[in-house]
């Protein structure tokens, strides 16, 4: 399943909010698909420091927290950062957090056009009982693959997150009514279906 142009897939898992601390993210996983070559993935933990998450951030935080006092820190990725995701289409399942996270480590850069696969899934099937990025890789049937790329993680790793919204982008180009979709239309896709059913 091939697909018409390079993007980079991405996802950051956050702390939360808690009081006295900002939102900071403690994990970022990016995955570089390009046409007819296999995809190319990067992670990182990113360094933290004591502070406390808020009790239902998500993740396998709790189970990382020595392995996160020796990571980078953000602004040590950023050149990866920048290598990986500068002059591309940008994705990710709900884009605020993604968005979010890069505009306030590079403020300086423009990142994007951005992708969301969040609103992609409502404007394409509009019809799903839920547009969670691990329900839809289950309507489409895509589990088995996200398995077999990441046998031992599951939704909230940052990596597979980003794998994940990155075939459910790919799945929606090798459609027949998405296949010559340009740009323009998979940034700001037409979600009146998704909100009539919603109504």
Known sequence: MSIPFTFAAIDFETTGSVAG??????????VTFTPDEEPVFWESLL????????????GRHSQLREELALAPSLQACLPDLRRLCLSRPMLAHNVATEKKCLQQ???MEKFGPWIDTLKLSRAAWP??????????????????K???QFPDRAAHDALYDAYGSGLILQHLLSQPDWKEVPLRLLEHPDLSGWQKRKR
């Open 127 to 144: 019809n799903f009982p839920s547009h969670k990025l691990e329900d839809v890789l289950i309507s489409l049937d895509l589990m088995k």
């Open 21 to 30: 601390c900002p939102v900071e993210p403690w994990q970022v996983g990016i």
């Open 47 to 58: 360094k933290i420091g004591s502070r406390p998450f808020h009790p239902r951030a998500p």
């Open 105 to 107: 480590s590079l403020p």
């Open 146 to 148: 996200m398995q077999k």
